[in-house]
């Protein structure tokens, strides 16, 4: 589902420039003085980047290659993955990165796809734990390889600027399905390469 500042132009309720330009004022701000005058524009331009992954389909995204993956059957895993998005309670930005690891089952995915899918969910309003589901769930689903590991590590402005206000406070999530439940051995390799950097 579309959020309103993808909706069609032409319709009186939509979201406009001039609701921008509403919001600095019940601010305090005059939305008329220099530094302002094109802020609206600006806002609803990032707006729409930041909310873009609403106008993704993940099917499209994972593009899987059998060629070259009929012999692999062994863990790959790929770090570091930029995570931006906005929580869905505040809107203030969370960022941090993506661990994916998954076992082929006679299908890979090009390695590039794991970081769009990824930045395909965190460009939608979200929570850290629905989005670290969303990419296990999604890459289970039309990839169908054996098992799948997601972790997330993220700060949460929301913690940061405001509420209780604890700076560098990181919060870890992570997603297990298939055989990454159940093989202890696969389990922890995942979570030993999923693991920061020293």
């Not at 690891?101 to 990824?118: D, E």
């Not at 930045?119 to 589901?133: G, H, M, P, Y």
């Amino acid at each position: 589902m579309k959020q309103p500042i993808h909706t069609d132009p032409a319709k009186p309720d939509d979201f406009s420039t001039e609701d921008w330009r509403r919001l600095l004022t019940h601010l305090g701000e005059n939305a008329d003085r220099q530094g302002l005058r094109e802020t609206p524009q600006r806002v609803e331009k990032a707006w729409k980047h930041w909310t873009s992954g609403y106008d993704q389909d993940p099917a499209e995204i994972l593009k899987v290659f059998e060629d070259g993956a009929e012999q692999y059957n062994e863990l790959i895993v790929v770090r570091g993955i930029p995570v931006y998005s906005h929580c869905e309670h505040h809107l203030a930005p969370f960022f941090g990165t993506a661990t994916i690891g998954y076992t082929p089952n006679g299908k890979i995915v090009g390695l590039s796809k794991l970081t769009r899918l990824v930045d395909c969910f965190a460009k939608r309003l979200q929570v850290q734990e629905r989005l670290t589901i969303q990419i296990a769930d999604t890459l289970m689903e039309h990839v169908q390889p054996l098992s799948v590991g997601v972790v997330i590590r993220c700060r949460h402005m929301c913690m940061e600027s405001r509420g209780i206000r604890t700076p560098g406070e990181e919060t870890v999530t992570s997603a297990l399905l298939g055989e990454m439940r159940t093989n202890l051995g696969l389990r922890n390799e995942f979570l030993m390469l999923a693991r920061e950097k020293d």
